[in-house]
């Protein structure tokens, strides 16, 4: 059904699934069993040998989480995708197919916290070494980090929190002429604003608890592949290490996907009217969001993303006492980390979600003291307008 569906919207409502394959069902049965039966021994062994496509253990594979893997690979154009229990999940597959011992990762910052975690922290034991550069440094600061035994170039695009962004052309070029893999953490701008194959990464990742899913309710994570060997890589990886996902945490992520065009269009629209107004408050020092001209890669978005997303982040005047008074001031607009859901969400990275980094690496990664992320959600902007200037004016 989904060969018929071609655009962003109707891709997300159909890919993946074809009712007639379910019984007639409209939306994906959910699957909750932990092992399929075979229908006689020799099956079995043709299963695990690889010579027969059907059912073994829901590790290895469920057609409720195959259903997910399919829609999303429709929506970035992969070749195929592996769930994941978490976004993390994703990010460690993602590094751990395509890396060995004694490889080089090149990194650009800011970068989720954990995520830098995993390669400075815990990769290193086993003698995986990385190197972080700029987002937005550009592509000589890039191809400066690169060693002989780099394999992965890992960015975000837009950057969490600063919203920088990376040119995927030139990371990707790069990253091939040096013969490794470039890994891209899609998340914040989601596959309806921005597909990263297209640009020729190799692996996209997205943690789903954010915009795939969209109602704050599920953590899950994705990878996505751009080549089939690859694509066997990540699932081997995933099926090792047990990162698989739930039937169930894919059949709720599978109903979110279903609405995201509609949700990150509405929560979009919000932000491009929040950004501005946000620009001229007196208490807001600066905004960073890639649908203002004054954002320094204002170009670059228009190039290579289908909309600036809905994702802000703004300096007070007052710095991190201001910042916190007005978080503790929004009434409408919920303090919690995370993001991409229809409820608008707010918090401080350098306290928050970026507090594992050390304080001097967070001012030279752009990560303020009183930076304050802003989620946009789907409410009413009137009312989310209404709320962010009760809130500013306890800054003033």
């Not at 190197?131 to 060693?147: M, N």
């Not at 919000?270 to 960073?288: D, G, M, S």
């Not at 409408?332 to 707010?346: E, K, N, P, R």
């Not at 962010?388 to 003033?396: G, P």
Request: charged share 20%; with cysteine.
């Amino acid at each position: 059904m989904h060969e018929r569906a071609r655009g962003r919207h109707s891709k997300a409502i159909h890919a993946g699934f074809n009712a007639l394959d379910f019984n007639g069902a409209v939306s994906v049965p959910i699957y909750q069993s932990s092992t399929f039966a075979f229908p006689s021994a020799e099956d079995g062994a043709a299963r695990f040998e690889g010579s027969s496509p059907g059912l073994i253990y829901t590790r290895l594979g469920n057609p409720t989480i195959a259903a997910l893997e399919r829609c999303v690979a429709a929506l970035e154009g992969g070749v195929g995708a592996v769930g994941t229990a978490a976004g993390m999940a994703a990010v460690a597959s993602a590094i751990l197919a395509l890396v060995d011992g004694g490889q080089h990762v090149v990194g650009t910052h800011p970068l989720y916290g954990p995520s830098r975690g995993l390669v400075e922290k815990h990769l290193a034991r086993f003698g995986v070494s990385a190197t972080f550069v700029g987002a937005a440094d550009g592509q000589e600061a890039l191809r400066r980090a690169i060693r002989p035994e780099t394999r992965v170039v890992y960015v975000e695009t837009p950057a969490n929190p600063t919203l920088d962004l990376v040119d995927l052309t030139e990371a990707a070029a790069i990253a091939h002429q040096a013969g490794a893999y470039l890994v891209v953490d899609n998340t914040f701008a989601s596959p309806h604003l921005q597909r990263p194959l297209e640009f020729g990464a190799d692996v996209v990742l997205h943690s789903m608890t954010k915009f795939l899913n969209g109602h704050s309710d599920v953590v899950a994570g994705i990878v996505v592949a751009r080549q089939p060997q690859v694509l066997a890589r990540l699932r081997d990886v995933v099926q090792a290490f047990g990162f698989n996902m739930d039937p169930h945490q894919a059949w709720l992520v599978l109903r979110g996907v279903r609405t995201l065009g509609m949700r990150v269009e509405r929560a979009q629209a919000n932000a491009q009217v929040i950004a501005p107004w946000l620009e001229q408050h007196p208490a807001v020092k600066w905004v960073r969001y890639p649908g203002l001209p004054s954002h320094p890669q204002f170009e670059l978005a228009r190039r290579q993303m289908d909309g600036p997303g809905a994702m802000i982040a703004f300096e007070l005047h007052g710095g991190v006492e201001a910042g916190r008074r007005v978080m503790n001031a929004v009434r409408l607009i919920t303090l919690a980390v995370s993001l991409g859901g229809i409820d608008s969400l707010i918090e401080h990275p350098a306290s928050m979600t970026h507090r594992s980094v050390p304080e001097e690496e967070q001012r030279r990664q752009g990560i303020t003291a009183g930076l304050v992320r802003l989620a946009v959600g789907c409410e009413d902007v009137e009312d989310l307008l209404a709320d962010l200037d009760q809130a500013l004016s306890q800054a003033i």
